[in-house]
Structures are given as structure tokens and as C-alpha cells.
């Protein structure tokens, strides 16, 4: 089987999740999640500080996720790493869920995006990475800044800040 990949390059070893989940519908589901942050990033201003700025990438990185899955030089076992940070974005209930505490409830999903992403570093070139990323800065320089931040924003008493700070 051959696919087209988002990059316009053909390679075998497409993902199921591809299959099933377009780029319209990835592109749809990216668009309402970066305008649901945005208003709640608007809402809360200052309130949420340096939150925002991690959220805001939240999009950024599951369209990562599922564009690197439907790339043939990305191996099987990082596609199905990155099936599982797919799946992890969509599921409605996991470690902090966005069912209960809105957009801020994406931290986890964005710490355990970049796990995957830091992960495939080990054995895919960084131009792939790059080539997929829709972000504003490196995607390297934000995996690193969020796993340099991943334990003040998934600890102990971040449900304990978040509710304080959904007031």
C-alpha cells in the first residue's frame, strides 16, 4: 500500500489513524482547538501567565503528531508512539481532562506530546520534524522548553492552581 504523505512525498507504512482522520479533519479539529484556547487564554489574561503560552502550543503539536504518523521516513514504532499521543489528544478522560477543567486541561497532552517527539529525536532526523511543525519557534527549542517546564506544569498540586485558577 502507498500513500501521499502531508509533505507531498510517497512512502508505504501509512498509519491508521491517517487513514481514518484526514488532513481536513485534522486541520478542522486544530483550528477549533487553537480558537478555543485563544478565547481562553483572552479570558483568563494575566491570570494565566505563562500557562498560555504553553497552551498555545498545544495545537501546534498535535498537528505534529498526526502529520509526522502519516509520513513513510517516520519507523513503525514511532508511528505507533505517535498513534498513541494522537489518541491521548482525543480521548475526553486521561490524567487532566479538558471535559473538567477546559483548555488548561491540555497540559498533560502537551508534556506527553513532547515526550513522543523528544523520543524520535533518537532516530529521526530533525529536518522531518521541522518540515511538519506549524509553529512560531523551533520545534526542538519548544519540546525543550516544555520538558524543562513539564514538572511545574504536571505535578502534584496542578489541579489544586488550575482550579484556582478556572475562578
Not at 508512539?81 to 491540555?106: K, M, Q, R, T, W
Amino acid at each position: 500500500m502507498s500513500t501521499t504523505t502531508t509533505t507531498g512525498e510517497t512512502g508505504s507504512g501509512s498509519s491508521p489513524m491517517t487513514e481514518t482522520f484526514s488532513e481536513e479533519k485534522a486541520r478542522r479539529y486544530y483550528d477549533r482547538l487553537r480558537e478555543r484556547i485563544h478565547a481562553y487564554a483572552e479570558g483568563k489574561g494575566k491570570v494565566a501567565g505563562k500557562t498560555s503560552d504553553f497552551l498555545l502550543l498545544v495545537p501546534d503539536m498535535f498537528l505534529l503528531l498526526w502529520r509526522l504518523a502519516g509520513d513513510g521516513r517516520v519507523s513503525g514504532r514511532n508511528k505507533a508512539l505517535l498513534g498513541s499521543g494522537i489518541a491521548y489528544f482525543l480521548f475526553p478522560l486521561d490524567l487532566v481532562p479538558e471535559l473538567f477543567l477546559g483548555p488548561a486541561g491540555f497540559l498533560d497532552d502537551l508534556v506527553f506530546a513532547a515526550y513522543i517527539v523528544n523520543r524520535m529525536l533518537a532516530d529521526t532526523p530533525p529536518e522531518i520534524l521541522r518540515r511538519h511543525w506549524s509553529g512560531r519557534e523551533d520545534v526542538l527549542a519548544a519540546v525543550q522548553r516544555v520538558l524543562g517546564s513539564a514538572d511545574q506544569l504536571v505535578r502534584g498540586d496542578l489541579l489544586r492552581r488550575l482550579k484556582r485558577m478556572m475562578r
